[in-house]
């Protein structure tokens, strides 16, 4: 028995090794793959268990890749600017500039004992001037060609962090990062014109190889749809209000209007008996997110006391207002048929609202509707539509509006212009210059980065502007146009802004004259693979792909989507399925689990605490149980391995099933069950040789290849042990003969009619005439009929029909 695995030992030999030895060389032959990990934004709580997950996912690919031939780029950077670095600061008391540097360092520290084959002479961070130099840079070609521009807006506030936030960034109306009630504020910000590549977004989602599931919550998030704009008079007034259908064969139906409490009439439309409730309702708005809205499951609302008319029929329809309407979505202004939509039935129900039926499956009438009616059918009270089929009315309707002079048939999106700035210290300073006389002027590409000043205090004003504002000296600049005097603009970058596109800098990130190189570009770029948290599904993603999308445009790169193929692995959460957070007292460090059983033994159980793709609850218990099995692969192979044994049939295809087993579900990223298949096949490997009397050569070193790139220590300790100088990761990825797997006798049902009557072994390679009269010899006494059909499937099954 050989003596028990030493992984302090074992685990320092190989990293002290690979330092000087790395095994993921460019030697320009290979063809490259590029599987890139979500950079982290550097947390001062560092990695727990859930934060290794998936960058094990990302290494195990990454030297299966090695593996089978491939020059592999895999970088690691830091996502270091924005409000969680800021506000991390702020709490610590400390400068950010101080507590990033600490907090990479110390994950850098962490990361580093995965033992990842991470390129660290590509790392990025987005705090680093040679590096934003270029985000800087993207923002003025933006400006330049439209993309940039100023307004005015209605925005999420937290007087807390005394910062606006975007909407995703509010979670039940209180900010997501220290818990305040999130009110409005209306502020000029910079924004970027995502919406002028909507159609593309959403078209080009058919080429990427990503999850269902990620593509329908991009689609829905860019959200386009077909309908119409119809205008309403409002009774005894000059003004109209234009709302926004996607179903204007339904207008007849249409018993009242809901407006946003934000929409220009909405005070206005008051009388004096409900004007006290409009402004209490239109004030309790003002305190929701727009994200809050939509998700509330009650509906509330409040009747201005004004109508509109009804453009086809004249009917006076009672204006209210609903903070389930979005004022920067269609025209903040809806039409409401409560028989056919069900958020418009729940609200007519709850306030007791006319329903007017104009659609019926067979063309009646149902005089008592207890749910909307949402599928096509016949048009009834409908004027002259009567009698038509809903589905040809709906799409006809728009052109027949458009040519009644009531409106006009438009396609519409839920995806806005992304709200580009912030009112912190900790982020890019946007490259622009206001002058009284040129207006905005962007800071000229040579004179790029503007750095970030340094400053004692970093605080937010309070005032909405940003702590930049105080700083005279820096603020105070002459413009670049005129040469008069001018003011820099003093709101800084969101933190999308560099995470938007730092995977492109990985592959060239010493240039400074370039973004990247276009020789670069095209032999290492796009992303092949992408790994993250579903987190990230929507707006990284999103903004990514924008920014992609723009830089092939200007000819930067000659790709217009960044990641071909993306995998999200599910969260590592505490007990209960409670995710894990430091206020929790949740939170599982690594450190002490490495410390204690090696870095191998947490790669592994990471791997095989459920499927990757999946949530998984943490259990300290479990990674003793894969302790254990590294010891018993351990000593498998030592052993055997002085052993000069020749391979049975058997252990040829012993070795042939494994090999076929594990690459099939590596493939097909079921990790957790390679993990099992690992320990399947030790068993099955140590029974087989303590019949045959040991384990063969090929065997062994087969076995070493296909775990190293799960455990590289174990891998790369037990390749040596085989008497092998370089590394196992110099190997190709083994291949299973099929034929060699093959058993060389099977299991066959015999059926009679259909039913089992018999199951008989025969040689896997019998023929289809052996093969049935063996199977009516085993069951002779039951063919009491004449037989009209023998029927043979190779291997599985012979069926004999009887008369």
Sequence with gaps: MAKSYNHKVIEKKWRDHWEKNPINVNDGKKPKYYCLDMFP?????????????????????????????????????????????????????????????????????????IAAVYDWDMEVNTTDPKFYKWTQWIFVKMFKAGLAYEKEMPINWCPSCKTGLANEEVVNGKCERCGADVTKKNL????????????????????????????????????????AEIDFAVDGRDEKITVYTTRPDTLYGATFMVLAPEHALAKSLATDETRQAVEDYI????????????????????????????????????????????????????????????????????????IVQV????????????????????????????????????????????KM?????????????????????????????????????????????????????????????????????????????????????????????????????????????????????????????????VEHAVLHLLYSRFYTKFLHDIGVIDFDEPFIKLFNQG??????????????????SPDDLVRDYGCDSLRLYELFVGPPELDSEWDDRGI?????????????????????????????????????????????FSLNTVVSGFMEYTNKLTDLAKKEGGIDKETLETATILIAPFAPHLGEELWEQLG??????????PEADEDAMKDDEVNVAVQINGKVRAVIQLSANIGKEDAIAAAKEAVSAKLTGNIVKEIYVPGKIVNIVMK
């Excluded at 000029?188 to 014109?193: A, D």
């Excluded at 919406?195 to 078209?203: H, M, V, W």
């Excluded at 305190?287 to 009917?315: H, W």
């Excluded at 969260?571 to 599982?588: A, L, Y």
Aim: glycine share 8%.
């Design 41 to 113: 934004y550097p947390s001062g709580n560092g990695l727990h268990v859930g934060h290794w997950r998936g960058y094990v996912i990302s290494d195990v690919w990454s030297r299966y890749k090695i593996l089978n031939g491939y020059y592999v780029i895999h970088p690691m950077g830091w996502d270091a600017f924005g409000l969680p670095a800021e506000n991390y600061a702020i709490k610590m008391g400390v400068h950010p500039e101080k507590s990033t540097a600490e907090n990479i360092a110390n994950i850098k520290r962490q990361i580093q004992e």
């Design 624 to 668: 003793e149980g894969v302790y254990r099995f590294i010891n018993r692969y351990w000593n498998m192979v030592m052993d055997n391995k002085d052993k000069n044994v020749e391979p049975s049939k058997n252990m040829i295809k012993l070795r042939h099933k494994m090999t076929y087993d594990i690459s099939t579900r590596l493939e097909q």
């Design 359 to 402: 659609i019926s499956p067979d063309g009646k009438e149902n005089p008592n509707l207890t749910q909307a009616y949402t599928e096509s059918g016949i048009v009834i009270n409908s004027g002259e539509w009567t009698g038509m089929d809903s589905a040809v009315l709906k799409k006809e309707a728009p052109e027949i509006i458009e």
């Design 283 to 354: 004030y309790q708005t003002s305190l929701k997110s727009s994200v809050d809205r939509l998700q509330d499951k009650e509906k509330t609302g409040v009747f201005t006391g004004s109508y509109a008319i009804n453009p086809l029929n004249g009917a006076k329809v009672p204006i209210w207002l609903s903070d389930y309407v979005l004022a920067d979505y269609g025209t903040g202004a809806i039409m409401c048929v409560p028989a056919h939509d069900d958020r418009d039935f729940e609200f007519a129900t709850k306030f007791n609202i006319p």
């Design 724 to 733: 092998h100088s370089g590394s196992v990761f110099d190997n190709q990825w």
């Design 188 to 227: 000029k910000q910079w924004m970027l014109k995502i919406t002028k590549y909507a159609d593309r977004l959403l078209n080009d989602l058919d080429k990427l190889d990503w999850p269902a599931k990620v593509k329908k919550m991009q689609t829905d998030w860019i959200g386009k749809s077909y309908g």
């Design 571 to 588: 969260m590592i959460t505490g007990k209960n399925g409670i995710k894990m957070s430091k206020s929790k007292g949740n939170v599982i």
């Design 405 to 533: 002079g009531i409106g006009k048939k438009t396609t519409n999106y839920k995806l806005r212009d992304w709200v580009f700035s912030r009112q912190r210290y900790w982020g890019e300073p946007i490259p622009i210059v206001h002058c009284p006389k040129c207006g905005c002027v962007p800071v000229p590409e040579d004179q790029l980065p503007l750095l970030l000043p340094e400053v004692e205090s970093y605080q937010p004003t309070g005032t909405g502007e940003s702590p930049l504002a105080a700083i005279d000296e820096w603020v105070n600049t002459t413009c670049p146009c005129c040469g008069g005097p001018a003011k820099r603009e003093t709101n800084t970058m969101p933190q999308w802004a560099g995470s938007s596109w730092y995977f492109l800098r990985y592959v060239d990130s010493k240039n400074d004259k370039e973004l990247v190189s276009r020789e670069k570009a095209d032999k290492y770029l796009p992303v092949d693979m992408y790994i993250g948290g």
